[in-house]
């Protein structure tokens, strides 16, 4: 009886130390470079820039840079800070302002 109620305490334990310490691992699509700008600018007018690796602005074919829509809530930008910012991230292009913008779901700064 000893020897049963000592293996069945083992194994739950074993379960719930198990299960609880694993992190899920986010899955970045692109890579590419927050440029910087200007915070404070109304809709359409600027904004904080972004150029992603491989996928220029169709309709910006001059620089190729996005403006970000959104962000998640977690990520800060120090504007004072070095630019450019190297980061990971999945995004959906924005049809606002003529598909100008992107909406980020996650983003990582890469060091």
Partial sequence: MARTLLFFLV????LLFSGSCKKTAISFADTGSIIGG???TGPCDGGTFIQIDGHPNPNNPSTGYYDIGTLPAS??????GKFPIRV???YQVDA???GNYVDISSIEQIN
């Fill in 75 to 80: 990520f800060h930008i120090n504007y004072y």
């Fill in 38 to 40: 200007d915070p404070r």
């Fill in 96 to 98: 606002k302002c003529g």
């Fill in 88 to 90: 990971k991230l999945n």
């Fill in 11 to 14: 194994f739950s334990c074993s």
